[in-house]
């Protein structure tokens, strides 16, 4: 991993080739899952010698929780106005249904100093409006948290994201995370309705890592060493995914072996920083990685199953 570091920290030297700036942007980085690291973004930051003028940040999601500083990550994410955008991770979900009194939080949660802000109402507000599915067709990426079900070609993964966004963003969106917990239904259907139709939707964008060939969700991965057809495989595997034309960022998943994305145009940017691996920024113009080993000390979090968020 070291050396890996090393060389990553070398090719972002300023005689790197570059690619000339285009217009007023410069650049679009795609980051992964920041977990509350905010000084592990900052030296990332720097090293991409981010200017917030010039260029934008795409975060994958899950700001929040593990991490040691969520509040001022937060903070300094909604500063950032129209030169950052955060698609929805199942921990900013956690967060919001908590703050609405949904769940309790536990004692491994490091977001109760957010909930004790004096300005934790602005904050979430500015959260819940924060997208599922972000996406830009001059760039030609897409950007979840989690994944998409194989069923859902890329003009029904939009509606879909917008139909949970208008729900999150209404007056009344608390009633939502009275109803958010559970896996089921675990096979999407057009003829869903009310909850259990949101339940699913939310489930894909901020919990998928495995489903089955008939796209049954899987979300804590226990039918991955089944048989047949109901053994589970990383959601953008399966065959004749509708969204394999998209090329999709995503995060959640950070103990992906990355190689299993190879050629899928999926792009899995979670490496773990809130565990102590390390943070990874994707240039969107010309596809270069970079990476910064993390420093954070977050809390332990054994388990990544989907009961355990
Ligand atoms: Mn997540």
């Known amino acids: 991993m070291g050396e890996d570091i090393e060389r990553s920290q070398l090719a972002v030297e300023p005689s790197a080739a570059a690619p000339e700036p285009e217009g007023v942007r410069r650049f679009t980085y795609a980051i992964g899952d920041v977990q509350g690291c905010f000084d592990d973004l900052l030296r990332l930051l720097d090293v991409l010698d981010f200017d917030p003028s010039l260029d934008r940040l795409w975060f994958t999601g899950d700001l929040v929780n593990k991490g040691p500083n969520s509040l001022e990550l937060l903070r300094f994410v909604k500063t950032l106005a129209d030169s950052a955008i955060s698609v929805l991770g199942n921990h900013d979900l956690y967060l919001l249904a908590a703050a609405a009194g949904a769940i309790k939080v536990r004692k491994k949660d490091t977001i109760a100093e957010i909930l004790n802000a004096p300005d ?7 959260l819940r409006h924060q997208p599922l599915l972000h996406q830009d067709a001059r760039l030609g990426y897409a950007m979840v948290h989690a994944g998409l079900p194989p069923q859902w070609a ?3 993964a939009h509606s879909y994201a917008r139909e949970l966004e208008a729900v999150l963003q209404n007056f009344d969106y608390e009633d939502f995370f009275a109803h958010m917990g559970g896996e089921k239904p675990l096979q999407w259907d057009e003829d869903l309705k009310g909850w259990e139709r949101l339940r699913f939707i939310a489930n894909c964008f901020t919990q998928l890592r495995y489903c089955d060939r008939e796209g049954r969700l899987d979300l804590g991965g226990r039918r991955r060493r089944g048989s047949g057809k109901k053994r589970s495989i990383p959601w953008f595997l399966v065959p004749e995914r509708a969204s394999s034309e998209m090329r999709i960022l995503f995060g959640h998943w950070a103990t ?5 994305a190879k050629n899928q145009r999926v792009y899995p940017l979670d490496t773990g920083c809130a565990n102590g691996g ?9 596809a270069r990685y970079f990476r910064v080993p993390c420093k954070n000390q977050a809390v332990p979090w054994p388990s990544e199953s989907a009961a355990d968020l």
Request: glycine residues 0%; charged residues 40%; hydrophobic residues 40%.
């Open 278 to 286: 390390r943070f990874t920024a994707f240039r969107l113009e010309d």
């Open 154 to 156: 890329p003009e029904q």
């Open 120 to 126: 934790c109402e602005e904050l979430l507000f500015w």
């Open 256 to 260: 992906l072996d990355a190689k299993s």
